[in-house]
């Protein structure tokens, strides 16, 4: 069983910054440091936005058009913990913030975590 | 970046009956690099199908995949209860991954 946990979110000017976390839960079942993992968004009742992956060891990473240079993904394998640095932030960054894991070379999601509110607003 | 077009927008049908999901990409996806994900109100996504036909763990086999180049189609044999939901559609190519626009499944 895998589990994913975000958190980070909040409430945050235009312009400001934030810090995402995702790490597995206590009962998770998996060795982070072998994955790839993803942050994918979504807006209130919008579809799926895919943000950033990186690779299992940090040496790839990449970006959806929307967040390259606001946004960096990075993670820390010594405390398996995944993060998403987000800067200049704008209202159209509003949104649920999943952190999920990868499947078959990155191509695809297979556990998700709950999500962390991020709502930019003045 | 390849666009996902995902059709019907939304699917009206009652318990038992087949559902046929469109999704067709604006050029040709690499090695059918295409998934579909199952979402329900309040939840996470959950993945439902990867490589286009593959079921992925525990998926139950009324859910199927099939298609290539640029048309894919996702297929519910026999609607469940807890199959109403929105549906979307992911592909990989280019080291840039999108979305379809989703495809919600309502009880007629």
């Known amino acids: 069983q895998v589990q994913l946990v975000e958190s980070g979110g909040g409430v945050v000017q235009p312009g400001g910054s934030l810090r995402l976390s995702c790490a597995p839960s206590?009962?998770?079942?998996?060795?982070?440091?072998?994955?790839?993992m993803h942050w994918v968004r979504q807006a209130p009742g919008k579809g799926l936005e895919w943000v950033a992956f990186?690779?299992?060891?940090?040496?790839?990473?990449y970006y959806a058009d929307s967040v390259k240079g606001r946004f960096t993904i990075s993670r820390d394998n010594s405390k398996n913990t995944l993060y998403l640095q987000m800067n200049s932030l704008r209202v159209e960054d509003t949104a649920v913030y999943y952190c999920?894991?990868?499947?078959?070379?990155?191509?695809?999601?297979?556990?998700w975590g709950q999500g962390t509110l991020v709502t930019v607003s003045s | 970046e390849i666009v996902l077009t995902q059709s019907p927008g939304t699917l009206s049908l009652s318990p038992g009956e087949r559902a046929t999901l469109s999704c067709r990409a604006s050029?040709?996806?690499?090695?059918?690099?295409l998934a579909w994900y199952q979402q329900k109100p309040g939840q996470a996504p959950r993945l439902l199908i990867y490589?286009?036909?593959s079921r992925a763990t525990g998926i139950p086999d009324r859910f199927s995949g099939s298609g290539s180049g640029p048309d894919f189609t996702l297929t519910i044999s026999r609607l469940e209860p807890e199959d109403f939901a929105v549906y979307y559609c992911?592909?990989?190519?280019?080291?840039?991954?999108?979305f379809g626009q989703g495809t919600k499944v309502e009880i007629k």
């Open positions: 999920a894991k990868e499947l078959a070379m990155g191509y695809y999601c297979d556990y």
């Open positions: 206590g009962f998770s079942e998996f060795t982070f440091s072998r994955y790839g």
């Open positions: 990186i690779g299992y060891d940090g040496s790839k990473k």
């Open positions: 050029q040709s996806v690499s090695s059918n690099f």
């Open positions: 490589d286009t036909s």
């Open positions: 992911q592909q990989y190519g280019s080291s840039l991954w999108t």
